[in-house]
């Protein structure tokens, strides 16, 4: 079994036989493989494209579906952006008209195994009347799954306040790294976290998102969550009102973060009347691949974070700890219902002023119309 790896390349033009083009993984991030199931004859050709997310492409056995099969052909890792346009291919070529097994192996043996959740693929498997068929492949995979979160649920701890049960935290690994870029090489050691992206920057200056905070009736980040590599630039565009971009934690989201004594970024109050058409604008430059967790520390009348203007990125979608759980979380916290358990910090003042850890000092009572106009 002979298997390539390319970066959208065109396959060869002394190719023989047919060409069959499966997608590997959804494009709205879908743990599936589109079709999930084809028949090729011997010389034929099955192109595999990477859509977002971080999926592989590996060969298993029908007894093992989750398993690497020995000398079994594997993609690797093949992590995809979600604003990525030129997508990664994987090309093995058929030999014979034997069942080939596929599975991604993504969170392999664990409670989130893409595989146990049913992302697998077959070629030339037997008919559904057979027992080599592709459904009965398939239910085993997610009897894997099944099997896997009996004997490890998902680990749990507690928010940082009012006794919330959120997902625990992933073990990062550690990995070192030869980045190849353009006429560039370098090593690079940094944490691995699962369904995080690789570690090569797009480009030697990074590629640039555009992140809009705020606008006129509206309490959030649009997206609200990137994927983005290393050197990648994020240019967070502030629209009307008076709002912030201040990194925190999934455990505390709606204050800032500070660890191991190293406060996280803020870009502080960013004031924005109604009147402006051209807008200010904040940029946070991404140094590795972890999850980042930023909100709006905007308390006045109440918590912009409470009501759910958080941002996240390169979060795992895949577990306990996505975008969606995370909003979830500062809701849970410092919403409307939760304001009288939450800290003094997190809450609105309720007096129609800045809050005071912006560090501005609005002493003069002719300013408070101009400051009330951009709450």
Same mark, same amino acid.
């Given at each position: 079994?002979?298997?390539?790896?390319?970066?959208?390349?065109?396959?060869?033009?002394?190719?023989?036989?047919?060409?069959?083009?499966?997608?590997?993984?959804?494009?709205?991030?879908? +743990?599936?493989?589109?079709?999930?199931?084809?028949?090729?004859?011997?010389?034929?050709?099955?192109?595999?494209?990477?859509?977002?997310?971080?999926?592989?492409?590996?060969?298993?056995?029908?007894?093992?579906?989750?398993?690497?099969?020995?000398?079994?052909?594997?993609?690797?890792?093949?992590?995809?952006?979600?604003?990525?346009?030129?997508?990664?291919?994987?090309?093995?070529?058929?030999?014979?008209?034997?069942?080939?097994?596929?599975?991604?192996?993504?969170?392999?043996?664990?409670?989130?195994?893409?595989?146990?959740?049913?992302?697998?693929?077959?070629?030339?498997?037997?008919?559904?009347?057979?027992?080599?068929?592709?459904?009965?492949?398939?239910?085993?995979?997610?009897?894997?799954?099944?099997?896997?979160?009996?004997?490890?649920?998902?680990?749990?701890?507690?928010?940082?306040?009012?006794? +919330?049960?959120?997902?625990?935290?992933?073990?990062?690994?550690?990995?070192?790294?030869?980045?190849?870029?353009?006429?560039?090489?370098?090593?690079?050691?940094?944490?691995?976290?699962?369904?995080?992206?690789?570690?090569?920057?797009?480009?030697?200056?990074?590629?640039?998102?555009?992140?809009?905070?705020?606008?006129?009736?509206?309490?959030?980040?649009?997206?609200?969550?990137?994927?983005?590599?290393?050197?990648?630039?994020?240019?967070?565009?502030?629209?009307?009102?008076?709002?912030?971009?201040?990194?925190?934690?999934?455990?505390?989201?709606?204050?800032?973060?500070?660890?191991?004594?190293?406060?996280?970024?803020?870009?502080?109050?960013?004031?924005?009347?109604?009147? +402006?058409?051209?807008?200010?604008?904040?940029?946070?430059?991404?140094?590795?691949?972890?999850?980042?967790?930023?909100?709006?520390?905007?308390?006045?009348?109440?918590?912009?974070?409470?009501?759910?203007?958080?941002?996240?990125?390169?979060?795992?979608?895949?577990?306990?700890?996505?975008?969606?759980?995370?909003?979830?979380?500062?809701?849970?916290?410092?919403?409307?219902?939760?304001?009288?358990?939450?800290?003094?910090?997190?809450?609105?003042?309720?007096?129609?002023?800045?809050?005071?850890?912006?560090?501005?000092? +609005?002493?003069?009572?002719?300013?408070?119309?101009?400051?009330?106009?951009?709450?």
């Amino acid at each position: 079994m002979f298997a390539s790896l390319s970066l959208g390349l065109a396959l060869l033009p002394f190719a023989l036989g047919a060409v069959h083009d499966v997608q590997v993984g959804g494009k709205g991030g879908e +743990l599936v493989f589109q079709p999930e199931a084809i028949f090729a004859a011997a010389g034929d050709q099955v192109v595999f494209h990477f859509n977002p997310k971080n999926h592989t492409v590996t060969q298993s056995s029908f007894a093992d579906p989750c398993g690497l099969k020995e000398g079994g052909f594997n993609s690797g890792f093949q992590p995809v952006a979600a604003n990525q346009t030129t997508l990664p291919t994987y090309t093995v070529s058929v030999n014979n008209t034997d069942p080939i097994w596929v599975y991604c192996a993504q969170a392999a043996r664990t409670a989130n195994s893409h595989c146990g959740k049913g992302m697998v693929f077959a070629i030339n498997c037997g008919s559904d009347d057979k027992p080599n068929s592709f459904t009965n492949f398939k239910k085993s995979a997610l009897a894997v799954g099944a099997a896997l979160a009996t004997e490890a649920p998902a680990a749990t701890t507690t928010a940082a306040y009012g006794g +919330l049960t959120i997902a625990a935290a992933p073990t990062p690994t550690l990995v070192t790294s030869v980045i190849t870029l353009q006429s560039s090489t370098w090593t690079t050691t940094y944490s691995s976290y699962p369904n995080s992206p690789a570690p090569t920057p797009a480009t030697l200056d990074g590629a640039v998102h555009k992140v809009i905070v705020g606008g006129p009736g509206k309490l959030a980040f649009d997206p609200p969550r990137l994927t983005a590599l290393p050197r990648d630039v994020i240019v967070f565009e502030f629209h009307q009102k008076n709002h912030t971009v201040t990194q925190s934690s999934f455990e505390d989201p709606c204050r800032p973060l500070t660890a191991d004594g190293q406060k996280g970024f803020d870009s502080g109050f960013i004031p924005v009347a109604d009147s +402006l058409t051209e807008f200010p604008t904040w940029n946070y430059t991404v140094k590795d691949t972890a999850p980042v967790w930023a909100y709006c520390a905007q308390l006045a009348g109440s918590s912009h974070c409470g009501a759910g203007m958080v941002f996240a990125i390169n979060s795992d979608e895949s577990s306990g700890r996505s975008f969606n759980a995370f909003q979830g979380v500062a809701k849970t916290l410092n919403g409307t219902a939760a304001s009288s358990t939450a800290p003094a910090d997190t809450k609105g003042t309720g007096n129609g002023a800045v809050s005071t850890r912006s560090g501005f000092a +609005l002493g003069v009572t002719a300013f408070f119309a101009l400051v009330a106009s951009l709450l």
